[in-house]
């Protein structure tokens, strides 16, 4: 509630920004999952779903043409790799991947660039916010970032195995 209360005035520049000092605090204290070169993945800490992950950069810039081809290739691989996590500890039957940008287009922290990969089931109860101003989690963001964090590696190596089989 205190971050809601505040809203998009809170964020000011990357010394007010949480995606700025995440990387500064422990992997656990952020939800942080993977540190790459350009970008990193954490879970959403207002998730839409268990396992809602987001790709952001660490330099703090708010729209996807701000950022460079580095960037953008390297949160394409994790947008993946994240999926990949996600069918290893979760099985999800789909996913909602984006970005909203600006404070008119939606983005909660609308000053720093971040990718949604958010799992979906059959029936996931994504209409109880809005009729019963409600979020049915089934397991804490810990345990949540417990799973993600102890699959990450090997879902990264079977990603890469499936980039290399395609190359033929």
């Known amino acids: 509630m205190a971050y809601v209360s505040k809203g998009q005035e809170q964020v000011k520049d990357e010394h007010t920004c949480p995606f700025c000092a ?17 970008c990193f993945v954490l879970l959403n800490l207002y998730p839409y779903n268990p396992g809602h992950l987001l790709i952001c950069p660490y330099r703090h810039v708010p729209l ?20 990949v996590a996600l069918e290893k500890v979760a099985n999800p039957a789909g996913y909602n991947l984006g970005m909203n940008q600006g404070a008119v287009g939606g983005a909660g922290i609308a000053a720093h660039l971040h990718q949604h990969v958010v799992p979906r089931w059959s029936g996931d109860g994504n209409f109880l916010p809005i009729i019963a101003q409600t979020k049915n989690m089934a397991q804490t963001l810990g345990q949540t970032w417990e799973l993600l964090h102890t699959a990450w590696d090997e879902a990264a190596a079977e990603f890469a195995e499936r980039q290399d089989g395609d190359a033929c």
């Open 22 to 38: 995440g990387p500064s605090r422990s992997d656990e204290d952020s939800l942080i999952l993977h540190r790459g070169e350009t």
């Open 64 to 83: 996807y043409t701000d950022i460079t081809a580095e960037e953008t290739a390297e949160m394409a691989r994790l947008t993946q790799t994240a999926m």
